[in-house]
């Protein structure tokens, strides 16, 4: 049973920046998919970015060229460093793992654990 544990949010000013960490037991990440979504309050939970087990990245239009989603095989950790941060963002951010590694699968049901979530508050 894999364990998803997120940490790394806060309250940041607009402009700011912050990076979250998800640390998986468990489970070795190194083929699997990872994720990231968030949820705003009232809103539906929506996909933030995906890194494959390849390595290959893929982002929501609301955050392309702001943050970044990486992982170290090492630590078992995926990372998203999020910058340019906008109230908008303000979410409650969760990390997912995809057992099916590859593509570009971003439906939350693709997704089969999920950490407990981080809040991330952006002031403006």
């Known amino acids: 049973q894999v364990q998803l544990v997120e940490s790394g949010g806060g309250l940041v000013q607009s402009g700011g920046s912050l990076r979250l960490s998800c640390a998986a037991s468990g489970r070795t990440l190194s083929t699997d998919a990872m994720g990231w979504f968030r949820q705003a309050p009232g809103k539906e939970r929506e996909f933030v970015a995906r890194i494959s087990g390849g390595g290959t990245t893929y982002y929501a239009d609301s955050v392309k060229g702001r943050f970044t989603i990486s992982r170290d095989s090492a630590k078992n950790t995926v990372y998203l460093q999020m910058n340019s941060l906008k109230p908008e963002d303000t979410a409650v951010y969760y990390c997912?793992?995809?057992?099916?590694?590859?593509?570009?699968?971003?439906?939350?049901?693709?997704?089969?654990?999920w950490g407990q979530g981080t809040q991330v508050t952006v002031s403006s």
């Open positions: 997912a793992l995809d057992h099916y590694g590859f593509g570009f699968r971003t439906r939350t049901s693709d997704f089969g654990s």
